[in-house]
């Protein structure tokens, strides 16, 4: 990033405290950052727009233009980001290449931004004395194992290099709590979902896949035999998570962000038949690498560490994705 650029934002970061989102722009960190500038405060969203959306900031930056502050940047560039980081209240982080898929076809790429970033994040943070971080972690830290729901005392059995690599995170979120005094959360997300949500890429999680096929009037592809089940959680969820990690003085720990519950992948498309009025039936392919078959979390761990309960359950976070869907049709 150009020098006198970087100039500019450290004499704005001296005239007032701000929030980082790294990964603000996009899925869920342009959620997360609209709604912290709702609240009032200023933002700095960094990111490098591998898979973040130009139109997620443009629709912030025309809303928010006093507050809302942009900077393209690569998080494994360390200077830059000490700099980016100086006079930063809590550093939410979610940047990361957030694929199990391509982290099997590419697990160095994955390792560099997940893990790399990661800790140059951490270190950043700690050298411009930010009041906390808190790490988009993953569901997948638990794999396959057969326990449900699953809990945070539970062993971690990543399964792909995504998996480790969140996990990795985690551990260093923890190290840095524990040696240098950093304050650090670890939001375990499990199968975030909602509007603004990428359905065109490869790697498209599954509901915003779905919808885009099912308002075209075609049928949903279904790896497997599509009797696996996630705990589909609505964005708004996680976002009160972040802001309820921030406010509390909790460090060091890991926890789940989930609604608590389970649908299978054969559910979700009777729910959207139901919400659309069709009736699709799914096509099936054979299963993926890396895929776990069954996930629910158990919840109460982040209700007893940071006030955490899910406001939006899974139907109502559906009926409002796909409102949120039919609309970008039409505009
Ligand atoms: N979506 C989910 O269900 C889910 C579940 C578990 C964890 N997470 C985690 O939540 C976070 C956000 O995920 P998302 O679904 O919003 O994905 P996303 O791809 O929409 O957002 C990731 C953002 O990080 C940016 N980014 C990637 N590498 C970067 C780098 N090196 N430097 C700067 N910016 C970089 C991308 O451009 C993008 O804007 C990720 O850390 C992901 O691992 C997501």
Redesign the pocket.
């Known amino acids: 990033m150009a020098e006198a650029a970087i100039r500019k934002q450290l004499i704005m970061a001296k005239s007032d405290s701000f929030n980082v989102v ?8 342009s959620h997360l950052t609209r709604a912290l500038l709702r609240r009032g405060g200023r933002v700095r969203v ?7 959306k130009r139109e997620n900031m443009a629709e912030l930056m025309e809303q928010f233009p006093d507050t809302l502050e942009l900077c393209e ?4 560039d360390l200077e830059g980001l000490q700099k980016l980081f100086s006079g930063g209240e809590v550093i939410f982080h ?5 694929s199990v898929q391509k982290s099997v076809e590419n697990p160095l790429e994955s390792n560099s ?2 893990v790399e ?1 990661t800790l140059k994040v951490l270190i950043a943070a700690r050298y411009s004395s930010a009041r906390k971080v808190i790490y ?5 830290v638990y794999g396959n194992s057969e326990e449900l729901p699953k809990h945070e005392g539970m062993k971690p059995q990543p399964m792909s290099p995504y998996a480790i690599d ?1 996990y990795a995170g985690e551990l260093y979120c923890k190290a840095f709590s524990d040696i240098y005094k950093l304050p650090t959360l670890s939001l375990r ?5 909602g509007p603004h ?2 359905p065109d890429s490869p790697y498209a ?1 599954v509901i915003p896949r779905f919808i885009a096929r099912m308002l075209a009037g075609k049928p949903p592809v279904i790896y497997d035999d599509g009797e696996q089940s996630r705990d589909f959680t609505f964005v708004h969820n996680a976002v009160i998570a972040n802001l309820k990690a921030s406010e509390s003085k909790a460090s060091g720990i890991s926890m789940n962000i989930a609604c608590g519950d389970r649908f299978s992948l054969n559910e979700v498309v009777r729910l959207l038949n139901e919400i659309l009025g069709t009736s699709l039936k799914p096509v099936y392919e054979p299963s993926r690498l890396g895929d776990v078959r069954h996930s629910q979390a158990d919840v109460s761990l982040a209700e007893s560490a940071i006030g955490f309960l899910p406001e939006v359950g899974f139907r109502e976070g559906l009926r409002r994705t796909v409102e949120w869907f039919q609309k970008k049709t039409l505009d």
């Open positions: 790294t990964g603000g722009a996009g899925f869920i960190g960094i990111d490098n727009f591998s898979t973040g940047h690569d998080i494994r979610h940047a990361a290449i957030p931004a997940n970033g988009a972690a993953s569901s997948s969140k997300y499990f199968n975030i979902f949500q990428d999680a």
